[in-house]
C-alpha cells in the first residue's frame, strides 16, 4: 500500500472520529454542524483539523472543550501520527491553540483565569439537559403512536427504539455515570430515577422547553455559521 | 405609531442602541477585540431579511440621520429605550454611553429614553457615580451585565451581597425597571454566565423593581422561563429573539414564541429590536402578521394563541407601563391591562420545583 492510499483511508477515519466529537451545547456532531472546516493528512501520517465556528467570539469555553475532543478522538487512530487542530478565525484561538499544541488544558490557554473542573461541570450540565431533550422525543413518539402512559414508562432500555435519539440518550446517560443496563429504565430524570406516571405530563412540557431552547441556539449557530461563510442553505432546522 | 393594514400600533422599542464603533474609536493595542465584537454584531444583522443588510463600514458608524429614519420614521417607533454599553477598554469614547445616548435623546424630546448602568464591584464609588447618573440622566432604567470581567473577578450576581446596595439605591432614586442581559456573552471563559437564577432571589427581594431579561436568556430560555414563570416582576425581552429567529428559523422563532406566551404570558413581554443590529420595520411588520406557520401541527398546537391585543401590548403597551409613558386613548385597550400571566403554570412548575 503506497503511503497516499493509506492517507486517503486515514482521513476517512478522522472524519468518522469527528462524528463523535459533540458540540457541548448543542448535542450536535461538529461534523453536520459544519464546524470542520478542513482535514488533512500527509503521508507521514500527520493530521491536520481546521475548525470554523459561527462568530469569532463563540464562547471559549465551548470551543476549547470541542477543539480538545477534535484532538482526543484522534490521536489514537491507527496510521495517525501527529495530531494538530487549528480554530480559525476566534479572538482566542492563539491562546486555545497554543494550549492544544501544548497538550494543555483549558487552564493552559487561560492561565489564572479558569479551572478546568468547572469546564467539566459545564459539559455535564449540558449534558443532562441533552438527556432530557433526547429522552422526551422518543416519549412523544411513543405516546403518538398510541402507547399509554404506563405503557411507556415500564418500558426498559432493551425496549428503547432503534433510533438516533434513542442511542444518543444512551451515551449521554454513560458520560454522565447513569445506568444503561439493559434493564434499566428506559425513561430517567437527570437524576437517574425513573420517570413515574405522575409526573409525565409535567416532564414532557418541561422537556418540550429544553428541546426549544437547544434547537433555537442550534438554529442560531446554523444561521450565523451560514451568513459568515457564504454557505449553501442548510434545511435542517429540527434537531434529530 | 406603525401602521399596517389600517390598524395603528404604539410602539415602544425597549431595547437599542446607538453607537460608534468606527476604527477611529478602538483603543490601542485593543484592537482585535473592538474588530472582533463589531464584526460578530454584524454576524447577527446577517440573521434578518437581505434587503435590510448594512455593509460593515455604515455598520460601524451609522449616522444620527440613519437613526431617525430606520427607528422614528420607517419603524413607526413612538418611544425607544437606549440600553447604554460601554466597553471602554475596547473603545476609546466608549461603544454607546449613557452620556452619548441622553445626547441624542435630547435632540428628541420625549421619545427616547436613557437607561444608565451600574457593577456593583465599583463599591461606593459606584454608587456615588449612580447617583450622579440618575441625576444627570432623569434614570428610570438600568442595564446590567453580570458576566463582565473587572480587575481579576469574573462576573457577579444579582444576589450577591454587594449587589444590596445598588439595588437599594435603585428603589431610592426610582430606578425601576432592571434589564440584565443574560444571553449570547464573550466573558467569562468557564462559568456559566447565562444562568439566571440570580434574578430570581433578587426579584423575590426587590418587588417594587422590574427585571427584564434580555435575550430571555439564550441560550438557556429554559431556565429563564422556569424562573421567570414564578417571579410576577420578572419579564422577558425579546431583542435577539425577533431579529435572531424571526426570519431566519421561523418555525423555531414559532416554539420559543410559542413556550414564552406559556410559561411567560403576554403581559410580560417586550419588544426590543436592538437596533443597530437589526432595524425596528421589518421586526415590527412582521410581528404584526406573525402567527404560527402551522397552528394544528402538534409542534405547535397546544401553545396559547396571540391576538391583535396581546401583541399590542408586546409591542409597546407593556413596555409604556414599565416606563410611565403616556399612551393616546386610541391606543389603549378597552379591558385595560389583562390579568396577570400564567398563575396556573407558576403553581405547575412550582410543585414540580417542590
Given amino acids: ?240 | 405609531m406603525y401602521e399596517k393594514n389600517g390598524e395603528r400600533y404604539f410602539i415602544v422599542d425597549s431595547h437599542m442602541h446607538f453607537w460608534d464603533a468606527s476604527p477611529e474609536n478602538w483603543v490601542k493595542g485593543q484592537e482585535q477585540y473592538a474588530k472582533g465584537w463589531i464584526d460578530c454584531f454584524h454576524a447577527y444583522m446577517g440573521l434578518g431579511p437581505p434587503e435590510t443588510h448594512w455593509p460593515i463600514e455604515k455598520f460601524m458608524t451609522y449616522s444620527e440621520d440613519d437613526f431617525v429614519k430606520d427607528v422614528f420614521e420607517d419603524g413607526g417607533v413612538d418611544v425607544g429605550v437606549f440600553q447604554s454599553t460601554y466597553l471602554k477598554e475596547w473603545y476609546t469614547t466608549g461603544f454607546n454611553t449613557a452620556e452619548e445616548n441622553a445626547k441624542m435623546a435630547a435632540k428628541h424630546p420625549g421619545r427616547l429614553i436613557t437607561n444608565g448602568r451600574w457593577d456593583p464591584r465599583e463599591g461606593k464609588a459606584g454608587l456615588k457615580q449612580l447617583e450622579e447618573d440618575a441625576k444627570r440622566y432623569n434614570l428610570q432604567g438600568v442595564k446590567l451585565y453580570t458576566a463582565e470581567w473587572y480587575q481579576g473577578s469574573r462576573g457577579w450576581r444579582l444576589d450577591d451581597e454587594q449587589s444590596k446596595p445598588f439595588l437599594e439605591k435603585c428603589q431610592e432614586l426610582g430606578i425601576r425597571n432592571i434589564h440584565v442581559h443574560k444571553g449570547p456573552t464573550i466573558w467569562p471563559l468557564d462559568k456559566d454566565a447565562f444562568d439566571p437564577r440570580d434574578i430570581d432571589i433578587a426579584a423575590t427581594s426587590n418587588p417594587e423593581l422590574n427585571f427584564i431579561i434580555e435575550h430571555v436568556g439564550l441560550p438557556r430560555i429554559e431556565d429563564f422561563c422556569f424562573m421567570a414563570t414564578q417571579e410576577p416582576n420578572v419579564y422577558a425581552g425579546l431583542s435577539v429573539v425577533v431579529g435572531g429567529l424571526m426570519f431566519a428559523r421561523p418555525r423555531f422563532f414559532a416554539k420559543v414564541m410559542g413556550e414564552l406566551l406559556f410559561w411567560v404570558g403576554e403581559d410580560k413581554m417586550l419588544f426590543g429590536s436592538d437596533y443597530g443590529i437589526w432595524e425596528p420595520k421589518w421586526q415590527i411588520d412582521g410581528f404584526i402578521d406573525w402567527d404560527y406557520p402551522d397552528p394544528d401541527h402538534d409542534e405547535f398546537s397546544d401553545y396559547p394563541r396571540l391576538n391583535s391585543d396581546g401583541k399590542r401590548k408586546i409591542l409597546g403597551l407593556n413596555a409604556a407601563k414599565l416606563y410611565g409613558i403616556d399612551v393616546p386613548k386610541e391606543f389603549q385597550l378597552a379591558n385595560g391591562a389583562g390579568a396577570p400571566a400564567a398563575q396556573d403554570d407558576a403553581q405547575l412548575v412550582e410543585s414540580a420545583a417542590g
Fill in chain 1, 1 to 240: 500500500m503506497t503511503s497516499s492510499v493509506s492517507a486517503a483511508s486515514t482521513r476517512v477515519r478522522v472524519l468518522a472520529a469527528l462524528d463523535r466529537v459533540i458540540d457541548p451545547e448543542l448535542d450536535e456532531p461538529i461534523t453536520s454542524l459544519r464546524f470542520v472546516r478542513s482535514v488533512e493528512v500527509d503521508p507521514d501520517g500527520d493530521v491536520r483539523i481546521a475548525l470554523r465556528l459561527p462568530t469569532p467570539q463563540c464562547a471559549p469555553n465551548f470551543a476549547f472543550l470541542m477543539a480538545a475532543d477534535a484532538r482526543n478522538v484522534v490521536r489514537p487512530l491507527p496510521g495517525v501520527r501527529q495530531v494538530s487542530v487549528l480554530l480559525e478565525d476566534h479572538y482566542t484561538g492563539d491562546e486555545i491553540n497554543g494550549a492544544l499544541g501544548r497538550g494543555e488544558g483549558f487552564t493552559g490557554a487561560f492561565p489564572g483565569e479558569t479551572e478546568d473542573d468547572e469546564l467539566e461541570a459545564l459539559r455535564e450540565l449540558f449534558q443532562r439537559k441533552a438527556l432530557i431533550a433526547r429522552q422526551s422525543t422518543i416519549c412523544e413518539a411513543l405516546l403518538r403512536e398510541g402507547a399509554t402512559p404506563e405503557q411507556v414508562l415500564a418500558m426498559r432500555v432493551r425496549d428503547l427504539p432503534d433510533r438516533p435519539e434513542a442511542r444518543r440518550g444512551l451515551e449521554l446517560r454513560a458520560a454522565l455515570g447513569l445506568d444503561t443496563g439493559s434493564d434499566a429504565p428506559a425513561f430517567v430524570l437527570a437524576t437517574g430515577e425513573p420517570v413515574v406516571v405522575d409526573q409525565l405530563q409535567r416532564w414532557l412540557r418541561m422537556a418540550r422547553l429544553v428541546r426549544t431552547s437547544l434547537e433555537a441556539n442550534g438554529g442560531i449557530c446554523r444561521s450565523l455559521l451560514q451568513a459568515r461563510h457564504n454557505l449553501a442553505d442548510d434545511p435542517e432546522e429540527v434537531l434529530r
